[in-house]
Every structure is written in C-alpha cells, then in structure tokens.
C-alpha cells in the first residue's frame, strides 16, 4: 500500500471516504496537528500527498527535505502557491493541481460581477431597501461593447473570453505566452490601458506578485472596472482602493484578498465601490464533484503506474517509487 498523507483540513474518516474508490492501493493518514509541526512530523512516511486548499500547509523547501520517500503530490485546487515547485522538481516529485475543474463557476462569477457592477444591482437594491425611488439616478450601464481584458489565459481565462465574447464584448487578453484562439493578444500595459473590464485569472507566482501595481491601476481608462478572481497579492489592494476612492476607478470585485480572511478593519470591507465574494467563486457543486474526481483519477493513475495529469513543475509525470520508499 501507498502511503498517502491527507492535508485539507478535514477529518482523515472524511478524508478515508472521498477517496475510497482507490481501495486497498493506499492507507490515509493525517496529521496529528494541523500546523507546521504536525507537517514535518507526518511527512517521512508520506509517499502521496494530497495538497491542502487553504495553504496552511504548504510544502516548501524544507517540508521537501522532510519527505525522503514522497513521490507525488496532488494539489486539490488549481491554485498552487506556498508550494515550492523547484524543491519539488529537484526531488523529482511531480505536482499537480486540478486545472480547469473550476473554470466554468470562476468565469461565470467574474461575468456575474461585471453584471453587478455596471448594472449596480447592489446600490439599487440598498437603495429601494432604504425606502428611495432610484430610477433616474442609479445610472446602470450595459456590459455588451465593453473592452474586456483577460489577463491569464488557462481554462479560466479561455472560459472568461468564451463568455465575454458571446455577450458582445470586445475581448484580448495577456499571457506569459501567446495562444492559438480568436481572441486579440496584447502586450500587458497596452491591455491594461485599453480595458473598461479588466478580468484577472492568472496564478500567483514570484513573477505575478505584485503585476498590477499602482503605476499599472492608474493607466487603466477612467470609469472602468477591476474584477479579481486570481489570488491575492496579484493586484495592489492599497492602490485598487485609492483608484476607487479617487473615482478613477468605478467599482472593483474580488474573490482573493492579500490576507484571507481579510481583517475585520480592512478598508477593503468598507469600500462601497468593491463588490465583496469570500473566495468562492469556483465553488459549486458541480465544480467540487470536478474537483474530487481529477484528484482521484490522478491517484488512481499514481498507484497504478500511469502518467498523472495537470503536472506544474515540469518534473515527470511518471510517478515513481523513491529508492527509501
């Protein structure tokens, strides 16, 4: 049996029944705390791991060193960061996340949000709620013929176009690299500068930490919109807010915050111009049952031998017994 070390923060009988279709091929086992210590104390045994979605407990450089017999790990988000990929490829440990198994309730959610916004569903309903008659002076104003640019083209990013598209936007988009679609490319300052909806979905890497600073938030055109569904620390929170409170900006979404979740004081929460999600944008049943079934038929391809799936740190995806193993 493979050893299998269950990181989200659920019970291991949770844990033991999720992934009960992979039988007798490996024996679940949790750690006896859910902090760092309980993570390094639980790792030499671990030849799986699957991920926890929080980030709690992240694997980094010397989790890694930990683990002398781990041989896969799966990630059970698309997100993948606190992960230290290059230690994990060194070791030759393949990571994989789940991509694409949320896309569907992410673009919808940041399609949802530009509906709000411009429609400014949430001031008119505070509004009527607060006995006013706001029909001459809500000024909504239509998604159809907006700019929109994507910025991260994954399954995300590809959904998020496919629907913008549809609903007669004009939709480009940026990437580390350039895709095959019908969807204009741009370089990321002249997309900034040329979106009236601006849709982040990219990961958070050391390279997109900090990509929409404050000099990139003031080149986006006067009155338009910034919708996050990414991972906070991508957008300069400080920066979007003085944008906002400036009336540079006309109103912002996010689902990701710097610190989740965000404090009781954080001035994210009284901004009336930020329409508020709690990191829930791609959860949905539907996108769960996506979830738990691409982590499962990984396992499965794991323990019997097969490539995985969805590999993120360029290492094999053969999964391979370690020699201590």
């Known amino acids: 049996m493979w050893k299998l070390l269950a990181l989200p923060p659920l019970p291991a009988h949770s844990m033991r029944g999720l ?88 673009a919808e959610w940041c399609v949802a949000a530009a509906f709000a916004l411009l429609r400014r569903l949430l001031a008119g309903d505070a509004a009527m709620r607060a006995g006013e008659w706001p029909q001459l002076t809500l000024q909504p104003r239509e998604l159809a013929g907006s700019r929109v640019g994507v910025i991260g083209f994954g399954p995300i990013g590809a959904a998020c176009a496919r629907m913008f598209d549809v609903l007669g936007c004009a939709v480009s988009y940026w990437s580390r690299s350039r895709k095959d679609v019908p969807y204009a490319y741009r370089e990321l300052d002249d997309l900034v500068a040329a979106s009236d909806v601006l849709v982040v979905v990219l990961p958070l890497t050391d390279e997109t930490r900090g990509l929409l600073d404050s000099v990139r938030i003031a080149s986006m055109p006067p009155g338009s919109l910034l919708i996050d569904a990414a991972r906070g620390g991508i957008v300069d929170e400080r920066a979007l807010l003085a944008a906002l409170e400036s009336g540079h900006l006309a109103g912002a979404a996010l689902d990701v915050y710097a610190t989740e979740p965000p404090p009781p004081d954080d001035p994210v929460r009284s901004c009336d111009a930020v329409l508020l999600s709690p990191h829930a944008a791609g959860v949905t049943p539907q996108a769960t049952t996506r979830l738990i079934t691409c982590v499962i038929d990984n396992l499965a391809s794991a323990v019997s031998g097969r490539p995985v799936a969805n590999v993120v740190n360029g290492a094999d995806p053969q999964v391979r017994r370690r020699p201590d193993g």
Do not use: I, Y
């Open 19 to 106: 992934l009960s279709s992979l039988g007798d091929q490996v024996d679940v086992m949790v750690p006896a705390t859910r902090d760092r210590a309980g993570l390094l104390a639980a790792l030499p045994e671990a030849e799986l791991v699957v991920g926890d979605w929080s980030g709690l407990l992240a694997l980094d450089a010397e989790a890694v060193r930990h683990a002398p017999r781990l041989a896969f790990v799966q990630q059970p988000s698309v997100g993948f960061d606190g992960h230290d990929l290059a230690a994990l490829a060194k070791a030759g440990v393949p990571l994989a996340n789940t991509a694409g198994a949320n896309a569907q309730a992410v």
